[in-house]
């Protein structure tokens, strides 16, 4: 009953003003990234995260994430993530997105190494606000073989300066780790 409310409060919360054409699944994004781990240790870093879509028809695209991080003391970590979403649009301004995806992770301090994969499950919506402002917000639920699950929160805003590119910020809050981003998107 509570997620009902909480989704019916977003919706409301994006519905006044809604202005543009249908949602574009098909994209590459470049993103800078500013990382920071829960941990009892300080430990912050940056890095980088290619990312794509590809629209497969009207409600089913495919989608893949690469990100590399340089933690402090040494320590490095990469993401892999490759999925498929459905998305339903509740108008051609708004619409809710639901995926499920494999993601491999691996982290590495000097010739130590740690991986791990899992499962993830994530739902969300995006929203056309403005003639060239998107925002997004969603949920992500990630069952990892040996190290648990994680489970977090994100939003994010994309400034379009034209038909196809954008600038944009995300902030992704997780039970392990904090990550902000900043990239551009390139739709086609």
């Known amino acids: 009953m509570k997620r009902t409310a909480l989704f019916g409060a977003v919706l409301a919360a994006f519905g006044p003003g809604l202005a543009f054409a249908d949602m574009n699944y098909t994209n590459f994004q470049i993103s800078l990234l500013d990382v920071e781990l829960?941990?009892?240790?300080?430990?912050?870093g940056d890095g980088f995260e290619f990312a794509g879509s590809y629209e497969l028809n009207d409600k089913i695209h495919v989608f893949g994430a690469w990100q590399?991080?340089?933690?402090?003391?040494?320590?490095?970590?990469?993401?892999?993530?490759?999925?498929?979403g459905y998305s339903?649009?509740?108008?051609?301004?708004?619409?809710?997105?639901?995926?499920?995806?494999?993601?491999?992770?691996?982290v590495k301090l000097g010739n130590q190494t740690a991986d791990d994969d899992g499962l993830a499950?994530?739902?969300?919506?995006?929203?056309?606000?403005?003639d060239s402002v998107e925002l997004d917000a969603g949920l992500k639920y990630v069952?990892?073989?040996?190290?648990?699950?994680?489970?977090?929160?994100?939003?994010?805003?994309?400034?379009?300066?034209?038909?196809?590119?954008a600038l944009g910020g995300s902030a992704d809050f997780n039970d392990n780790a904090d990550t902000l981003r900043i990239g551009f998107r390139w739709e086609f």
């Open 38 to 44: 829960d941990s009892a240790a300080n430990v912050d």
């Open 143 to 165: 069952d990892f073989d040996e190290s648990g699950s994680d489970t977090g929160f994100s939003v994010g805003a994309r400034y379009y300066f034209n038909d196809s590119m």
């Open 121 to 130: 499950l994530g739902g969300g919506i995006r929203s056309r606000v403005a």
């Open 88 to 106: 339903h649009g509740f108008s051609d301004k708004l619409d809710f997105v639901g995926t499920l995806s494999y993601v491999d992770a691996e």
């Open 68 to 84: 590399d991080q340089s933690l402090d003391f040494g320590i490095d970590g990469r993401t892999l993530e490759l999925g498929a």
